[in-house]
Each structure stands twice: as C-alpha cells, then as structure tokens.
C-alpha cells in the first residue's frame, strides 16, 4: 500500500475513532506508549529524512498546524529520533487505540521539544517540555489516546494550555 494511501486511511480512522469518541476496539496493548519511550529501536545513529509530504492539517487551540502522523508501532518507536530540525508550525501526532497513560522519552531525539497528551475527545490533559538526549520518561498526568510533539516552547509562544481543544 502506498504511503499516501496509508496516511489517508491514518487520518480517516483518527476522524472516525473521534466521532465516535474512542468506541473502537482496544488493540490489547498495554503500558506505556512505544514512541521516544523506553523502547530501543535500535536504529544507528543517521539523521532520518524529512517527512515526504505527508502532512495533515489540524488545529491547536485554534491555530492550524501541520503535522505527520504515527499510528503504527515502527512510526511511533522512531517519532523524531535523529532529526535536527522541525518547522514552526509543524509537529508529529502519535496515534493510540485506546486511552492511557502515555510516556516518552528523548533517547536519540535532538530537538528541544513539548508533548501534549490529548484525551479521547481531544481535550488536552497535559503539557510537558522535553530535553534533547534525555533518557528521562515523561508519563502523562492523565489517560491520553493521542501525544503532539511540537518544538519547545511552541504551546506557550501560542497561548495554547491544558483544557484547550484538538480539532481533526
């Protein structure tokens, strides 16, 4: 399946698990999240390339942005390991089944970062900010079914605070 058809069919099952407000079925994982966490990818050291255009516009708090989406374990293991830059408006939305509590961590990521962890009804219930290399976890204060990483400082440059709304 090509990549473009695999991210079409991400956004649609994204818009379909909202509207149904997190009625699908639970994938049986369990535990932390398998992005930037305590999961090695064992990946070598080698910058991994810039997103090939597949962007999807959601809005923050109001504010559109552009962002690539992990819904598959190898995609959200990577996240943004290795790369050196991410733009402005830009960010990686990592993609859950179910509702829990999320944990990432920076091994191998090298850009300052926030995460928000978003609810089910994409509300959201947390924001932290992240160091580059740090093998520090950084669970979710609440059950979550999505994570946005964005560059650091980006939530709070834009007004965006816990309780404000993710619009797919």
């Not at 402005?88 to 993609?95: A, I, K, S, T, Y």
């Not at 926030?114 to 947390?126: F, H, L, P, Q, T």
């Amino acid at each position: 399946m090509s990549r473009s058809k695999t991210m079409a069919g991400a956004t649609l099952a994204l818009l379909a698990g909202l509207a149904v407000l997190g009625c699908g079925a639970a994938d049986g994982a369990d535990g932390e999240a398998a992005s930037d966490t305590g999961q090695d990818s064992g990946m070598v050291a080698e910058a991994t390339p810039a997103p090939s255009g597949d962007l999807v516009p959601i809005r923050v708090g109001g504010i559109e942005i552009m962002v690539e989406v992990a819904d598959e374990d190898e995609e959200r293991t990577r996240g943004l390991m290795h790369r050196e830059s991410l733009p402005e408006n830009q960010g990686m939305l990592f993609v859950y089944t179910d509702e829990r509590t999320l944990s990432f961590w920076m091994r191998n990521t090298l850009i300052p970062l926030d995460i928000a962890y978003i609810d089910r009804e994409g509300r959201i219930v947390d924001i932290q900010q992240m160091e580059p290399q740090d093998p520090t976890t950084h669970p979710s204060a609440a059950p979550a079914m999505y994570a946005l990483e964005m560059n650091k400082g980006w939530f709070e440059r834009n007004g965006v605070e816990v309780g404000a709304r993710i619009e797919f």
